[in-house]
């Protein structure tokens, strides 16, 4: 079976903490993704990477960060946690082909940031 | 550019009637759409996808969606709710080349008993 694994589900950090989230898929799968979810918001791209240490801005960038040293593996870095980065966060991996909305997902780490 | 509307944030049906989720979409380019579903606190699962064959498009658990071109639409459907059902829903459209997909906002489907 398939599978995207987010190192944690529930996190709570303090202001100002780095926080290190990662996301791991065993697909071989070009793509990854990092999104944010809030509710009414939708979901909205932070980072995306289509290929070992490539990445790309998605709509919300800033105050985070990423790393893609392996195919399987990326990850997300809060750089200093704020109340504002309080969120649920998907990770997603996908096949590099144009048109491709058919993305696999982790479960989601929710993030608490006091 | 793409970008992709879910007409409702709420729909509440009662169990054993039927479910209409609306989206429309828009595109330059012939576009390739998609809904999934999210049950809470889990991750998305891909319910259904079109990608320019038959413009009826069976998913799993009985829901299926219609791609009308004219209309820039993919309508979610399904006969009869369950309790089950009950979750969050997102269309989603990739066209152009792109391979970043756009998300709807999603709606949020209550099943009354």
């Known amino acids: 079976d398939v599978k995207v694994t987010q190192s944690s589900r529930y996190l709570v950090k303090r202001t100002g903490e780095k926080v290190f989230l990662e996301c791991v898929q065993d697909m071989d799968h070009e793509n990854m993704f990092w999104y944010r979810q809030d509710p009414g918001l939708g979901l909205r791209l932070i980072y995306f990477s289509y290929d070992v240490k490539m990445k790309e801005k998605g709509d919300i960038p800033e105050g985070y960060s990423v790393s893609r040293e392996k195919k399987e593996r990326f990850s997300l870095i809060l750089e200093s946690a704020s109340t504002n980065q309080t969120s649920m966060y998907l990770c997603?991996?996908?096949?590099?082909?144009?048109?491709?909305?058919?993305?696999?997902f982790g479960e989601g780490s929710r993030l608490t940031v006091l | 550019a793409q970008s992709v509307t879910q007409l409702d944030s709420h729909v509440s049906v009662s169990e054993g009637t039927p479910v209409l989720l609306r989206c429309n979409y828009s595109s330059s380019y012939s576009p390739s759409l998609f809904w999934y579903v999210q049950h809470p606190n889990k991750g998305l699962q891909l319910l259904l996808k079109y990608t320019s064959a038959a413009t009826l498009v069976k998913g799993i658990n009985g829901f299926e969606a219609e791609f009308k071109k004219s209309e820039t639409s993919f309508h979610l459907t399904k006969p009869s709710a369950h309790m089950s059902d009950a979750a969050e829903y997102f269309c989603v459209v990739a066209s152009g080349g792109s391979y970043i997909p756009t998300f709807g906002r999603g709606t949020s489907l209550i099943v009354h008993p």
């Open positions: 997603a991996s996908s096949f590099r082909r144009a048109n491709t909305g058919e993305l696999f």
